[in-house]
C-alpha cells in the first residue's frame, strides 16, 4: 500500500495560486492512477483531477478546469497540482488519492490510498 503526504496548502489572496505536492512511498508509483480531491466544511468530498500511470488520461471537475494543471513525476515519485486563479469557494482540505485498480474514475472509493489531507484558504 503506498503512503501519500501532501504539502503546499496555505492562505493566498483571491487570484492567487499555489502548488500542492503529494509525496507518494512505499510502492510502485507508476503503478498507480493518482488524484486530487477536496473537502469543504460541511461539504462532502469532491474529485478534483486524475491523472493516469504514464502522464495522460487527465480529467478536471468544471469548477477548476483551465485554473489547476495536475502532473506527476514517476521517477521522483511525485504528483503536483498547480493552482491558479483561486478563489474562495476553492477554500478546501486537498487530499491525494492513489488507486492501483481504476484508470477511468473520478470516485473517491475507487482510490486505496489517501494522504492527510493539507489545507487551502483563499481569502477575499
Known amino acids: 500500500q503506498v503512503q501519500l503526504v501532501e504539502s503546499g496548502g496555505g492562505l493566498v489572496q483571491v487570484g492567487g495560486s499555489l502548488r500542492l505536492s503529494c509525496a507518494a512511498s512505499?510502492?510502485?508509483?507508476?503503478?498507480?492512477?493518482m488524484g486530487w480531491f477536496r473537502q469543504a466544511p460541511g461539504k462532502e468530498r469532491e474529485f478534483v483531477s486524475r491523472?493516469?500511470?504514464?502522464?495522460?488520461?487527465?480529467d478536471y471537475a468544471d469548477s477548476v478546469k483551465g485554473r489547476f494543471t495536475i502532473s506527476r513525476d514517476n521517477a521522483k515519485n511525485m504528483v503536483y497540482l498547480q493552482m491558479n486563479s483561486l478563489k474562495p469557494e476553492d477554500t478546501a482540505i486537498y487530499y491525494c488519492?492513489?488507486?492501483?485498480?481504476?484508470?477511468?474514475?473520478?470516485?473517491?472509493?475507487?482510490?486505496?490510498?489517501w494522504g492527510q489531507g493539507t489545507q487551502v484558504t483563499v481569502s477575499s
Open positions: 512505499g510502492g510502485t508509483f507508476s503503478t498507480y492512477v
Open positions: 488519492a492513489a488507486s492501483s485498480r481504476f484508470s477511468i474514475t473520478t470516485t473517491a472509493a475507487d482510490f486505496g490510498s
Open positions: 491523472i493516469n500511470r504514464s502522464g495522460g488520461g487527465i
